[in-house]
T-cell receptor
Framework: EAQVTQNPRYLITVTGKKLTVTCSQN?????MSWYRQDPGLGLRQIYY???????DKGDVPEGYKVSRKEKRNFPLILESPSPNQTSLYFC???????????????FGSGTRLTVV | QQQVKQSPQSLIVQKGGISIINCAYE??????FPWYQQFPGKGPALLIA?????SEKKEGRFTISFNKSAKQFSLHIMDSQPGDSATYFC????????????FGSGTQLTVLP
């Protein structure tokens, strides 16, 4: 089954304790992205990656890091989490076409992070 | 800077009624306008999408209406059903742009039985 898998689904952590949220896709997609979802703000892009070893900032990158060492994996790293990073996080992937149509995202099921 | 503005924030409709959600955008470079549907505990899923070369696209009970001059587009759900109760997001993108989708703030739809 084609899917984007995120882990963990739920995470409660304390301020300053480094954490990693994993994301993996099995569709051989070039493009992967992380979003955070907050009430009234919709989904805001944190970081994206157009291919292996190619990453760039989205709209809200502060406090986050990413890496893309393999095509299928795109982990999100919070080196020193703070309470304002409490949110619902989604990983997504898509085929990336510079010309022609955009094919739409496949989203993971989300990771609900609480930082106390 | 919110490039895609969505309204209303919440919507309650009776079963069988029409649900209408509106979005407006600012960036004239956008050329792809999808709608995503999200159920609790799930990630958003692509529902229907339109490009600006057409003014309307219909898939079953779901229709997108697009007004390029007004920079607005809307989702119409005909014969709304309780199973349609979900959060709906509009979005916009520019083909070939690495930044891809910009999302609206979401509309929580409740369809009463």
């Amino acid at each position: 089954e084609a899917q984007v898998t995120q882990n963990p689904r739920y995470l409660i952590t304390v301020t300053g304790k480094k954490l990693t949220v994993t994301c993996s896709q099995n569709m051989n997609h070039e493009y992967m992205s992380w979003y955070r979802q907050d009430p009234g703000l919709g989904l805001r892009q944190i970081y994206y990656s157009m291919n292996v070893e190619v990453t760039d900032k989205g709209d809200v990158p502060e406090g986050y890091k990413v890496s893309r060492k393999e095509k299928r994996n795109f982990p999100l790293i919070l080196e020193s989490p703070s309470p304002n990073q409490t949110s619902l996080y989604f990983c997504a992937s898509s085929l990336f076409a510079r010309q022609g149509g955009f094919n739409g995202y496949t989203f993971g099921s989300g990771t609900r992070l609480t930082v106390v | 800077q919110q490039q895609v503005k969505q309204s209303p924030q919440s919507l309650i409709v009776q079963k069988g009624g029409i649900s209408i959600i509106n979005c407006a955008y600012e960036n004239t470079a956008f050329d792809y306008f999808p709608w995503y549907q999200q159920f609790p505990g799930k990630g958003p899923a692509l529902l229907i999408a339109i490009r600006p070369d057409v003014s309307e696209k219909k898939e079953g009970r779901f229709t997108i209406s697009f007004n390029k001059s007004a920079k607005q587009f809307s989702l119409h759900i005909m014969d709304s059903q309780p199973g349609d109760s979900a959060t709906y997001f509009c979005a916009a993108a520019t083909s070939g742009s690495a930044r891809q989708l910009t999302f609206g703030s979401g509309t929580q739809l409740t369809v009463l039985p």
